[in-house]
């Protein structure tokens, strides 16, 4: 059974940093996506991480966002800089089966304050 555990995340000033972490259990090397939600706003796309290693960003965090993995800890990362109050949200990673639901972690808060 596939599983995606989260940390990181919490609270900090605009412009500061913060990382978050997906640990994958029950597959080897899945494509990894990261995904966010704000109150009141529908859940939106921020990054993703292939088995190839090849990324994919939103423009609205292209540039300050950096999605890594390591194969090994089976764990895939999102570096967030120069963060801004308008990324505060819920962020989830996501898993999509060729088969079967979706699979998120539980999902961290991010808070940023101006």
């Known amino acids: 059974q596939v599983q995606l555990v989260q940390s990181g995340g919490g609270l900090v000033q605009a412009g500061g940093s913060l990382r978050l972490s997906c640990a994958a259990t029950?597959?080897?090397?899945?494509?990894i996506g990261w995904y966010r939600q704000a109150p009141g706003k529908q859940r939106e796309f921020v990054a993703r991480?292939?088995?190839?290693?090849?990324?994919d960003y939103a423009d609205s965090v292209k540039d300050r966002f950096t999605i890594s993995r390591d194969d090994a800890k089976r764990t895939v990362y999102l570096q967030m800089n120069s963060l801004k109050p308008d990324d505060t949200a819920v962020y989830y990673c996501?898993?999509?089966?060729?088969?079967?639901?979706?699979?998120w972690g539980q999902g961290t808060q991010v808070t940023v304050s101006s």
């Open positions: 996501n898993y999509n089966p060729l088969v079967g639901s979706p699979i």
């Open positions: 991480i292939n088995p190839s290693a090849s990324t």
């Open positions: 029950g597959i080897n090397f899945p494509p």
